[in-house]
Nanobody, 126 residues
């Protein structure tokens, strides 16, 4: 069974940086996409970024493009989200998720992802 565990969240000042980690296990398929999502109180779940296992292609939501970078370490079965120039509006519970059912599609639509981690809290405040 696919299992995802996020870590690295915390409190950071505006303009600061934070790196989130998503440790994955049970990804036996040749193709999968790992995505990062976030949800703030009172708001819908929002796609942040995703990365493909096949060619490393990435996609970013407009609100984080140029500030966040997604990457992977295959040896550690871990996907990272480097978050720079953080803003208070980035405050949210951040989830990683795995899409094992689609091929050749990069999407940060939450409904496309079937497996989810428990989330890690990111708070950006002065």
């Amino acid at each position: 069974q696919v299992h995802l565990v996020e870590s690295g969240g915390g409190l950071v000042q505006p303009g600061g940086s934070l790196r989130l980690s998503c440790a994955a296990s049970g990804l036996t398929t040749d193709y999968h996409t790992i995505g990062w999502f976030r949800q703030a109180p009172g708001k819908e779940r929002e796609g942040v970024s995703c990365i493909s296992s096949t060619d490393g292609s990435t996609y970013y939501g407009a609100s984080v493009k140029g500030r966040f970078t997604i990457s992977r370490d295959n040896a550690k079965n871990t996907v990272y989200l480097q978050m720079n120039s953080l803003k208070p509006e980035d405050t949210a519970l951040y989830f990683c998720a795995a899409d094992l059912t689609h091929f050749g599609v990069l999407t940060i639509r939450p409904s496309s992802y079937g497996y989810w981690g428990q989330g890690t809290q990111v708070t950006v405040s002065s």
